[in-house]
């Protein structure tokens, strides 16, 4: 028996996604690097489902039906290169590899010019909703040729989440697409996880809440229009006891967070296209800032003890909204970002489709979206979603809490990056006069670059003062 699919890479992910391939009624080949991995992986997880595993990767590409289909699940980098060196010489014209890991896109550009030369087709797919969800249902966002989507369109739709709008899978589009898009689904979660986290650090020092009533609020938000996969884990973690001390684990964990990558590179390719992302940027800076712990808790001495405001509970209701507010303005900016980069790498991606396959099985999955779908279809051009009458009351149903937690951060001394960049972005792009008359000025002053006037058309340049 040949099997349907190939899957490189037995982590974590690879595991769990090849398993659940094969309980989709396909046979699944497997390999992995070191192989007592594999060995490991059969023994203890393989229970009747149609995998055979290989130890060497000749035996493994002949083991699947040709033309192959072969998953990537290798950590993203080098690995990915190694592997598909590895793997052509034993490849056939028309066999389609599907880098299933978190590349960086530009790599996966490099990767379609590089195999295309070699008659290989290539995928590059984003895929979410971590270990739980390449189990029991990711969400997947495969890019490339719509001739090589199709060859594994089956298989994906099969394994992939589903709503009742649908699998959580779609034609992301061209060329690095797929891995684009994921890039800035992890972009937004950066962001979503920070705004999470802002309220939380709200709510235990202003509010002197304990983590198992923030749970608590958590918990009840989690059935409100704020339902999500990040609201839902935030409740769960702030109730979850440690065994050894009996207190919460999350009071005992260290406030360092880490990062793979792809919430800098979402930053860093918006700032390249020009795209206004705030959120998504202070909140990779949030992570970059809270590294530095040892200065953090230096200072923290050298500058004494914060003053907190005296707040109410009902600020719970507002910082609801705030939340709310800011997760509907990572949206906003991460679909822009898309919007963007379709436009300038012929990506060709349908933002409600995006939206329809970030539903499930991811861990941006929520409630919003349909908020979101409805306002995109109202008009498809509106792509960071502001220009619409349903925006503008979300707006003023919400800005006003916004503001109000804001203001009492900011005197209680309480660092909310996400929660205020979110304000600045909306309130800078409804403000039709901005002081960049100044910046222009400034950089006309020191370095002759001219500026354009509101009273009349061309390019100006002025002498601000007397050369000696
Ligand atoms: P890792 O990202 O930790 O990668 C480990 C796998 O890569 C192992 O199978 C390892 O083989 C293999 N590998 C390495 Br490392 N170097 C290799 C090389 N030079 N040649 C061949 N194989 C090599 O695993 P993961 O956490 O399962 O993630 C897999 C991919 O999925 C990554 O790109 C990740 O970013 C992405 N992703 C992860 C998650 C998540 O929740 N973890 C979610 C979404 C996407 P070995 O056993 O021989 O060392």
């Not at 349903?390 to 919400?398: A, G, L, P, R, Y």
């Not at 061309?458 to 601000?464: P, S």
Request: with cysteine; proline share 3%; glycine share 8%.
């Amino acid at each position: 028996m040949k099997a349907h699919v190939g899957v490189v890479g037995l982590a974590v992910m690879g595991q769990n996604l090849a398993l659940n391939i094969a309980r989709n009624g396909y046979a699944v080949a497997v390999y992995n690097r070191t192989a007592e991995r594999t060995k490991q992986f059969v023994e203890e997880r393989v229970k009747g489902e149609k995998i055979i595993p290989s130890f060497d990767v000749q035996s493994f590409v002949e083991s699947v039906e040709r033309p192959r289909k072969i998953i990537l699940m290798v950590k993203a980098g080098s690995p990915v290169d190694e592997m598909i060196e590895e793997l052509l010489p034993y490849l056939d014209k028309d066999d389609l590899i599907i880098d299933a890991g978190n590349s960086h896109y530009g790599d996966t550009n490099r990767r379609l010019e590089e195999l295309s030369h070699r008659g290989i087709l290539f995928l590059g797919m984003g895929v979410s909703g971590g270990e739980y969800g390449a189990l029991h249902g990711p969400s997947i966002m495969p890019g490339g040729t719509l001739e090589a989507y199709k060859m594994i369109q089956d298989v994906l739709t099969k394994i992939a989440a589903k709503t009742e709008d649908g699998p959580c899978c779609t034609y992301v589009g061209n060329g690095s697409a797929g891995h684009f898009v994921k890039m800035v689904h992890n972009g937004i979660e950066y962001s979503i996880m920070q705004a999470i986290s802002e309220v939380y650090d709200v709510m235990r020092k202003i509010l002197k809440m304990n983590s198992v009533e923030i749970g608590e609020v958590f918990e009840e938000w989690n059935k409100s229009e704020l339902a999500s996969f990040l609201v839902e884990i935030t409740y769960k973690i702030m109730k979850h006891i440690d065994e050894e001390t009996k207190k919460p684990l999350v009071e005992l964990i260290l406030d360092k967070a880490e990062q793979k990558g792809t919430g800098k590179w979402t930053a860093q390719t918006a700032l390249d296209l020009g795209v206004p992302t705030p959120s998504l940027n202070v909140a990779v800076f949030a992570r970059t800032i809270s590294h530095f712990k040892e200065q953090r808790k230096e200072l923290s001495r050298i500058f004494g003890e914060k003053k907190r405001v005296h707040a109410e509970q009902r600020l719970i209701e507002d910082l609801k909204k705030s939340l709310h507010f800011s997760m509907f303005l990572s949206f906003s900016q991460g679909l822009w970002l898309i919007h963007e980069a379709s436009n300038v790498y012929n990506y060709n991606v349908d933002l409600l489709e995006v939206l329809r396959i970030w539903k499930g099985g991811c861990i941006i999955r929520a409630k919003l979206l349909d908020l979101l779908r409805s306002i995109l279809r109202e008009n498809p051009q509106n792509v960071n979603l502001l220009a619409s009458e349903t925006t503008i009351q979300f707006v003023k149903e919400k800005l006003p809490s916004a503001l109000k937690v804001n203001s009492i951060a900011r005197e209680s001394g309480v660092p909310t990056p996400v929660l205020s960049n979110s304000i600045d972005y909306l309130l800078s792009l409804t403000e039709e006069n901005l002081p960049a008359n100044l910046i222009q000025a400034q950089r006309d002053f020191f370095g002759a670059h001219t500026f354009e006037r509101t009273d009349k058309q061309g390019t100006f340049h002025v002498e601000w003062q007397e050369l000696e």
